[in-house]
């Protein structure tokens, strides 16, 4: 990489790790962040691949409670690196997914460890309060999110530093047994969490467009913009079998025409 691409990497990491914290603006999510990674170095192709892999991954990942969740954006800004760095192309996709899941592990002790120094800004961003220095909070407002934006651009500015020989070499080094684990685990990983979705969202009136869904994958000529469509289409359906069904008079009826059908089962 140029110290052009090296230095838009580490803005757009930046603004990734910054977003991180604050759900209203996405950039953190895998498909954007791998997305903005490989649009800045010139492999946006290999980026939007990478980073829809990830996605599934990251579905299934939730904060619940004082319980934190993987760090989503940093496996997304460090895997899209090395991917690009690798020089594989997209063989070495699999790989990246692979390393996507330790790095996201690291990534979350990154997190605890700024998190934890936040919890000094907030005393202090509380004594401006009380002297009713709102510039003041607004600065510590802005270390704060900084912090968040360094966790995830330093690493990225680490990684940039390694010559992309160093990186071809080792993986190329790697042996052909060890990348094709890596390759399968990183699918594996993928439907992992695309599994722990379903579970989430599992319910009697879904499963049968799950079930649907699978069938008509089957189908070679059914593109994805085809299977798209028909999910919309399906989706609207149901939406006016639901409003019709909320409408009616009878007392038996939930609202779910589905619900309602399988109510007999």
Known sequence: MNTM???????????????????QIETYQPVIACSLIGLVTGNLELGIMLGGSLQLITMGWANVGAAMAPDASLAAVAS?????????????IGSAIALAVPLAVAGLGLTMIVRTATVFIAHAMDSRAEAADIA??????MIGMSLQGLRVAIPALLLMLIPSEVVRSGLESMPQWLTAGMTI????????????????MSSRE????????????????????GLGIIGVCLAIIYLALEASGTN???????GDPLGDILEDF
């Open 248 to 254: 009616s008079s009878s007392n038996n009826n939930s």
């Open 185 to 200: 685990g990183g699918g594996m990983v993928v439907a992992v969490g695309y599994a722990m979705v379903i579970n989430m």
């Open 206 to 225: 879904v499963w049968p467009f799950f079930f649907l869904g699978f069938a008509l994958a089957a189908i070679n000529q059914l593109t994805l913009i």
């Open 136 to 141: 003041g909070i607004e600065r510590w407002h």
């Open 5 to 23: 691409q090296i230095l838009l990497v580490v803005i757009v990491s930046f603004i990734i790790g910054c977003s991180s914290v604050n759900d």
């Open 80 to 92: 899209a690196i090395i991917l690009i760095q690798g020089g594989q192309g997209t063989n070495g």
